[in-house]
């Protein structure tokens, strides 16, 4: 297969899927990609811009997963990574409960109201997910935050050296803090390539987690305080349930994490921090305006919360950057709860609707920490 590469901005980036197999070479310009042949009308205006080679792309793996040290390009966002290590998770889709139970009625033009869906059940599907480490000089041009992997600041007195040192304080009110540049990414977003490089990813964290093994396939290979720090973070890094749906072709995608609890005015605060990615995958552009939140408490309480966009943000989602994604947290008084809600969306013709935000359990682990 011929190498020839043309450069392309990175909000040009998720129509690299289709280009992806053996041999295709990849080039970096500031933090963006190159693809094959197929778009140049598209990208002239970049030529003057210094290219620098990345890699070449390999098969996707459709059935076998991927191995810790597999360096990636991000299908969505673009992002150069690398994985750490897997989480198997259960994923909750109801688009594939509605369209069932649309098979078993007849009813094709049933369209639920928003908040209609919440006693549906849905069965879960097993899918791999990954742990990985974003390259810091594409940090600036994804649309996704790079610190949404939290950390309740009690846990400070017994965190390693590692964490002393990258821990990025997030919010003195709560005592929250991050290692910046953690992500999850699940297998169908792997675009994996190869590189010769030593260091292909700009992490902190990289020499310290993995090292550069030539004789392995990837030649990254876990080091001691990788296994070490997944081990004693596993109750707080774990992924395990993700819940989709799509309304008016604007998926949503939750995954919901515990992070401990800790005793405040001699009551016990459980905490849990979410994900939530928000992607058009219709033809128009589409704008987040205000979300709606409804969450239960097993104590009783049921609260609402609204508000304009999300993280001060109201992100357009267009075909080019059909993408958003972010993380933030919620507290109770109770050991789980429920959560759910929509997202008012507007539409380039003008057009609003609610985007329904699948409901999902907020449910506690023992916490070892207060033992």
């Known amino acids: 297969m011929a190498t020839t590469s043309l450069m392309i901005p990175r909000l040009m980036v998720t129509t690299m899927g289709r280009f992806a ?8 310009v500031d933090g963006r990609v190159t693809y094959p042949r197929g778009a140049s009308s598209q990208v002239r205006r970049y030529s003057n811009v210094r290219l620098a080679e990345v ?46 139970a649309k098979e078993k009625t007849g009813d094709q033009d049933h369209e639920p109201t928003a908040f209609s869906h919440i006693g549906r ?74 590189s010769t490089e030593k260091n292909p990813l700009h992490h902190e964290l990289f020499d ?33 349930d993700v819940h989709k749906e799509t309304t008016e072709n604007v998926r949503v995608t939750v995954i919901p994490f515990y992070m401990g609890c800790r005793e405040s005015h001699n009551n016990n605060v459980y905490w849990w921090r979410y994900c ?9 552009n589409t704008q987040l305006r205000e979300r709606h939140w409804r969450i239960f408490s097993l104590s009783g309480t049921l ?26 947290h919620v507290s109770l008084q109770a050991p789980s709860g429920h959560m759910w809600g929509t997202f008012r969306m507007e539409r380039e013709d003008g057009c609003t609707f609610d985007c329904r935000i699948p409901p999902f359990s907020l449910e506690s682990k023992h916490d070892e920490s207060k033992d």
């Open 121 to 194: 059940e849905v069965k879960s599907k097993t899918h791999h997910y990954y742990q990985v480490l974003i390259d810091s000089r594409d940090c600036p041009y994804i649309r996704a935050q790079t610190e949404a992997v939290t950390f309740l600041g009690n846990q400070e007195n017994s965190r390693s050296q590692i964490e002393k040192i990258y821990f990025t304080q997030v919010s003195k009110q709560h005592s929250l803090y991050a290692i910046p540049g953690l992500d999850y990414v699940a297998h169908e977003d792997i675009m994996p390539y190869a």
């Open 55 to 100: 890699g070449k792309l390999e098969s996707p793996r459709l059935d076998n997963n991927y191995s810790v040290g597999q360096i990636f390009l991000h299908r969505v966002f673009g992002y150069r990574g690398v994985i750490l290590f897997p989480w198997l998770a259960k994923v909750y889709d109801r688009d594939i409960a509605a369209n069932k």
């Open 276 to 284: 939530i990615r928000i992607e058009n995958v219709g033809e128009l």
């Open 208 to 240: 310290k987690f993995l090292q550069y093994s030539p004789d392995s396939d990837p030649p990254f290979i876990a080091r001691d305080t990788l296994k070490a720090w997944q081990e004693k973070n596993h109750p707080w890094l774990e992924l395990s």
């Open 21 to 28: 197999a053996n041999g295709v070479q990849l080039i970096q």
């Open 303 to 328: 609260e609402t919360v609204r508000g304009r966009g999300v993280v001060g943000q109201e992100p357009v989602l267009t075909k080019l950057s059909p993408a958003f994604q972010y993380s933030s």
